[in-house]
Every structure is written in structure tokens, then in C-alpha cells.
């Protein structure tokens, strides 16, 4: 199967316990009735945007295939913010240091904008590490999508 059949999450940590972080969002997001069946190597990469001083990120990426998922992509977004919300995030500035970022990255090929929710992630031109998760996902999945649908710039 392609990337097209797939949804997409990104994980995100660089406070405090970041690897257990991961480990509860993936908990979580298992939790919510996705059938999350592929996952990235969990990279460290240095932060991208935000105030300086920010220590290193754990990222991670999960994929579930499209078919049989039980919810729209606005109750996916949902289902991540509760998640961040159960590893104490709290939203100080953008870009900032946080406990857990749970980002919807693709949703197969779809094109989504609206006010609360982007997909493709506008993040994943300017962050080469999603590319190279993402092909830990599946061969030729770093290639798409283009992203054609950037809100601001640079990054986001
Ligand atoms: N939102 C819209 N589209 C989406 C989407 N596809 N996925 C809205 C998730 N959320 C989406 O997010 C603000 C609002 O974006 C949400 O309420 C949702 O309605 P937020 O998580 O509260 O704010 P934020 O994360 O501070 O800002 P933003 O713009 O989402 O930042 P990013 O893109 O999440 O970037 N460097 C490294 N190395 N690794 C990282 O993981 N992450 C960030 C955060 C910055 N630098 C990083 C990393
Ligand atoms: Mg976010």
C-alpha cells in the first residue's frame, strides 16, 4: 500500500521525559480505534523555529490505513489535542518547548484548510527529518505531498 491509503500522525517532545511522552501518545492514539500499523524510528533532531536555548526534540511518526477509520479527520485532530492535554501541555508561545506535540501530517491525499485544521501539515517542507521518517513508513513516502497549501512562511 502507498502513502495515499494512509493517515499520517507526527509525534513531537523536548521536555522532561520525552521517550515516555512518545510512549503515552502512542498508548493513546492506539486507545482511540485508529489501527496504528506502521511506525518511524524515534529520531532526536534539533529544534526547527521557537525561542533559542530549546533542547533537542524526540520525533516520531505513526500511520493507520484510511480504510475502516472510524472518525473524520477533525475528530483525529481532536483526538491528538486530548492527547497533548493528558502529557500536561501547556501553550505558551508558538513554537515553543512542549511536552508533547501530536500533529496531523497527511491524511492520504487529501487536501484539507480550515480554520482549525491544515493537512498536509504545512511543517513538512521546511523539517527534512519528516521526509526521512516518513520513508521509514514505506518506501517513497517522503516524496509526497507537495505542499501546496503553506498558510504563512517561512515554516509554520
Ligand atoms: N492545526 C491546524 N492544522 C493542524 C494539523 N495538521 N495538525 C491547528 C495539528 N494541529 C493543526 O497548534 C495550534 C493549532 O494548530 C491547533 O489547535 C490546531 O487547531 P499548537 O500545537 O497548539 O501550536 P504549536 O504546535 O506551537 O504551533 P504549530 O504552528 O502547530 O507548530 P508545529 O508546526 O506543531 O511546530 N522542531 C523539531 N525538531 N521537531 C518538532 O517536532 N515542532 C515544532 C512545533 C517546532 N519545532 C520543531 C518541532
Ligand atoms: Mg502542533
Not at 530549546?54 to 475502516?68: E, I, V
Not at 521546511?126 to 505531498?145: A, Q, S, Y
Amino acid at each position: 500500500m502507498d502513502a495515499g491509503a494512509f493517515a499520517v500522525v507526527a509525534l513531537g517532545s523536548n521536555m522532561g521525559d520525552r521517550a515516555g511522552f512518545l510512549a503515552l501518545a502512542r498508548e493513546r492514539l492506539r486507545a482511540s480505534g485508529f489501527p496504528w500499523t506502521r511506525a518511524s524510528r524515534v529520531l532526536e533532531t534539533a529544534p526547527i523555529g521557537g525561542p533559542p536555548g530549546q533542547g533537542p526534540y524526540l520525533n516520531q511518526l505513526l500511520a493507520a490505513p484510511l480504510a475502516g477509520i472510524p472518525l473524520s479527520p477533525g475528530q483525529l485532530l481532536r483526538v491528538c489535542l486530548a492527547v497533548e492535554d493528558v502529557a500536561g501541555r501547556v501553550r505558551r508561545e508558538r513554537w515553543g518547548p512542549r511536552t508533547l506535540d501530536v500533529d496531523l501530517l497527511t491524511w492520504g491525499e487529501r487536501r484539507i484548510r480550515t480554520e482549525r485544521l491544515v493537512v498536509p501539515h504545512p511543517a513538512l517542507p521546511d523539517r527534512p527529518f519528516l521526509r526521512v521518517l516518513l520513508e521509514d513508513l514505506g518506501p517513497g513516502w517522503g516524496k509526497i505531498p507537495d505542499p501546496c497549501n503553506r498558510r504563512r512562511t517561512p515554516g509554520w
